[in-house]
């Protein structure tokens, strides 16, 4: 029940996001759910904070 509190609700139109986001770089060999973390990050006026190589170079990112 603690984590209630901080879910973050989304819609279909992060989901097309997402899956755009991940065809645009399919190069890059992106998880799906990487790319929806990383879609709700910007949506939701946050840094994407990730270790994963794949986004290092990547716009509003916070590699660690």
Known sequence: MQFKQILI?????????????????????????????YTIALQSGMKFLTGDKEFKNIENVEFV
């Open 9 to 37: 609700n989304f819609n279909d139109e992060i989901i097309f996001r997402a899956s755009k986001f991940k065809l645009d770089h399919k190069k890059e060999n992106l998880s799906y759910a990487d790319c929806l973390g």
